[in-house]
């Protein structure tokens, strides 16, 4: 079964660019790649989602190196409310979907 | 339009009891998907609808574990002779289908629910 991690968490000043990178092994050819954040108590919520190199929307940018193993989210000046945790999730394979282990981001003034 | 709904938003039970626990995808959304977080823990993914089908239920944590989907829409996750263990937020999601050779493009996202928090005691 494929293994997802990311960092456990980060520190980012208000104003700041945070990459956050998330190992995928094993991801499968035709699978993608969504990256969610999290506030307490609430569900998930969609930020961005790509299959491949790069896909920029209004609130964050998702970079995917060609071997696919890895994506990397690009928040652009975070804000004290961009404090939340940031999951990536993988399809790896047929009808099974996998969360990284999830990076806290606590946004600092 | 409204999202995904799921209820009780609390549930506290007995442990040996049985419990089921509803999801109301958005309408249209063909996809469901139901995943458990534990305490401070990540998400798990549980089980996948395609439709009315779930063609894999090795996502299930036991077989104390089963879920069904009726007419497209609603989902019912029932945990039987639960157990502490059992204890966790469970979170549905809906999309749409992912077309077969999806390369990009339209975003599939998964729309989740707020989540029905399970106590065993």
């Known amino acids: 079964l494929a293994k997802t991690t990311q960092p456990i968490s980060m520190d980012s000043y208000e104003g700041q660019e945070v990459n956050i990178t998330c190992s995928h092994n094993?991801?499968?050819?035709?699978?993608?790649i969504t990256w969610y954040q999290q506030f307490p108590s609430q569900g998930p919520r969609f930020i961005i989602q790509?299959?491949?190199t790069k896909v920029t929307n209004e609130v964050a940018s998702l970079f995917i190196p060609a071997d696919r193993k890895s994506s990397t989210l690009s928040l652009p000046r975070v804000s004290l409310s961009d404090t939340a945790v940031y999951y990536c999730?993988?399809?790896?394979?047929?009808?099974?979907?996998?969360f990284g282990t999830g990076t806290r981001l606590k946004v600092l003034a | 339009g409204a999202g995904v709904s799921q209820s009780p938003s609390n549930k506290v039970t007995e442990k040996g009891k049985d419990v089921e626990l509803r999801c109301d995808p958005i309408s249209g959304h063909t996809a469901l998907y139901w995943y458990r977080q534990s305490l401070g823990q990540g998400l798990e993914f549980l089980i996948y609808?395609?439709?009315?089908?779930?063609?894999?239920k090795s996502g299930l944590p036991s077989d104390r574990f089963s879920a069904e989907r009726t007419g497209g829409s609603v989902s019912t996750l029932t945990i039987q002779r639960t157990q502490q263990e059992d204890s966790a937020v469970y979170l549905c999601?809906?999309?749409?289908?992912?077309?077969?050779?999806?390369?990009?493009?339209?975003?599939?996202?998964?729309?989740f629910g707020p989540g029905t928090r399970l106590t065993v005691t």
């Open positions: 999601a809906s999309s749409f289908n992912l077309p077969s050779g999806w390369r990009g493009g339209l975003s599939y996202e998964q729309y």
């Open positions: 999730l993988v399809g790896v394979g047929t009808y099974k979907y996998i």
């Open positions: 094993n991801i499968a050819t035709n699978d993608y």
């Open positions: 790509g299959y491949k």
């Open positions: 609808f395609q439709g009315n089908s779930a063609p894999d």
